[in-house]
Nanobody, 125 residues
Framework: QVQLVESGGDLVQPGGSLRLSCAASGSIFSIKSTGWYRQVPGKQRELVAAIDSRGSTNYSDSVKGRFTISRDNAKNTAYLQMNSLKPEDTAVYYC???????????????????WGQGTQVTVSS
């Protein structure tokens, strides 16, 4: 089994910054990609940022230039640095990891998706 644990969510004023962390543990052979998603009540979960095993990144248009995703492969941990936060960034942020949990799965190209429990980010004065 694989567990993802997010941390770093908080209440912050507009214009402020937060850094979210996502630590993966358990049966992990190789993480192909890690993504940060967010969801507000009544809306679908949306992709905020993602990073693959080579370090290539992509961002939603709404956060480009303000958010930065990174990962520490040795620690199986991903980060989301969020700057210039706006009230519309308020949401529950979820971490996703797409990975091969065994060497057999890796060589067969078999990937599994795992999600964290979410961390609340509230941007308000």
């Amino acid at each position: 089994q694989v567990q993802l644990v997010e941390s770093g969510g908080d209440l912050v004023q507009p214009g402020g910054s937060l850094r979210l962390s996502c630590a993966a543990s358990g049966s992990i052979f190789s993480i192909k990609s890690t993504g940060w998603y967010r969801q507000v009540p009544g809306k679908q979960r949306e992709l905020v940022a993602a990073i693959d095993s080579r370090g290539s990144t992509n961002y939603s248009d709404s956060v480009k230039g303000r958010f930065t995703i990174s990962r520490d492969n040795a620690k199986n941990t991903a980060y989301l640095q969020m700057n210039s936060l706006k009230p519309e960034d308020t949401a529950v942020y979820y971490c996703n990891a797409r990975l091969s949990d065994t060497v057999v799965a890796f060589y067969k190209g078999r990937l599994s998706d795992y999600w964290g429990q979410g961390t609340q980010v509230t941007v308000s004065s």
